[in-house]
C-alpha cells in the first residue's frame, strides 16, 4: 500500500525553527516529484515546496522562499522540510504529499497521495 | 504566479442534486488542472485530474471538463457523503490551489 506519514509538528516561538519529516512506503521513492501543502485554520491548501525525485531541484511558494528548505534522503524513503525564521502566520497543518514521475512543469498527474498531516504551531 | 479562482466559495444544494462548481486560471494552464475533495480532520482526496481523468475509486457521479482557463468540476446525484470543501489545483507550473467551494448537502 502506498502511503506517507508526517512527523516532527509541535510548538515553535517565533524566529525558532522546526522539521518536518515524512516517511514513504509502498513506492519507488526516488521515481515521484514531492510536495509540501499545508492548511491554515480555518483557510484554504497552501502549496508550500516540492522537490524532484533526484532532489536537484526544489520549488517555493514565495510565503517561505529563504525560510524554509525541502530536502529528500532517498536511501531513508523520507522527505524533509527545514523551518526557519518561523512566524505567527506559519501556523498550520502540513501535509506530505506524493507528486508526479516528472517536475513541476507541465504535469497530468496530480498529488494522489497525502499524509494525515502535521500540526505546527508558531506562538510565543 | 499562476493564480486560480473558483465560484462560488460555498453552496448548499439537496440530496439528489446535480452542483456546478467553476475554476478560473489567471493564465492558460491547458488541462494541467486536478480537483480535490477535503474532509475536516482527513487528507485532502483527489477526484479529477488532467481537468477530466476520473481518478480511480472515485464515483462516477464526479465529472470534470475544460482546458485553457476555464474548468468545471460537476457532482451528479449528491449524496449526504459528498458534503466537503473541493479544491481546484494547476500542475501547469509549480503548483497552485484554489480557495476552496464548501459544498453543504441539506
Known amino acids: 500500500e502506498v502511503q506517507v506519514l508526517e512527523s516532527g509538528g509541535g510548538l515553535a516561538q517565533p524566529g525558532g525553527s522546526l522539521r518536518l519529516s515524512c516517511a514513504a512506503s509502498g513506492f519507488t521513492f526516488s521515481n515521484y516529484a514531492m510536495s509540501w501543502v499545508r492548511q491554515a485554520g480555518g483557510k484554504g491548501l497552501e502549496w508550500v515546496s516540492g522537490v524532484t525525485g533526484s532532489g536537484r531541484s526544489t520549488y517555493y511558494a514565495d510565503s517561505v522562499k529563504g525560510r524554509f528548505t525541502i530536502s529528500r534522503d532517498n536511501s531513508k524513503n523520507t522527505l524533509y522540510l527545514q523551518m526557519n525564521s518561523l512566524r505567527v502566520e506559519d501556523t498550520a497543518v502540513y501535509y506530505c504529499a506524493k507528486d508526479n514521475e516528472g517536475g513541476f512543469y507541465g504535469s497530468g498527474s496530480p498529488l494522489d497521495t497525502w499524509g494525515p498531516g502535521a500540526l505546527v504551531t508558531v506562538s510565543s | 504566479d499562476i493564480q486560480m479562482t473558483q465560484s462560488p466559495s460555498s453552496l448548499s444544494a439537496s440530496v439528489g442534486d446535480r452542483v456546478t462548481i467553476t475554476c478560473r486560471a489567471s493564465?492558460?494552464?491547458?488541462?494541467?488542472l486536478n480537483w480535490y475533495q477535503h474532509k475536516a480532520g482527513k487528507a485532502p482526496k483527489v477526484l479529477i485530474y488532467a481537468a477530466s481523468k476520473l481518478q480511480s475509486g472515485v464515483p462516477s457521479r464526479f465529472s470534470g471538463s475544460g482546458s485553457g482557463t476555464d474548468f468545471t468540476l460537476t457532482i451528479n446525484s449528491l449524496q449526504p457523503e459528498d458534503s466537503a470543501i473541493y479544491y481546484c489545483?494547476?500542475?501547469?507550473?509549480?503548483?497552485?490551489f484554489g480557495q476552496g467551494t464548501k459544498v453543504e448537502v441539506k
Open positions: 489545483q494547476q500542475s501547469y507550473n509549480m503548483r497552485t
Open positions: 493564465q492558460s494552464i491547458n488541462i494541467y
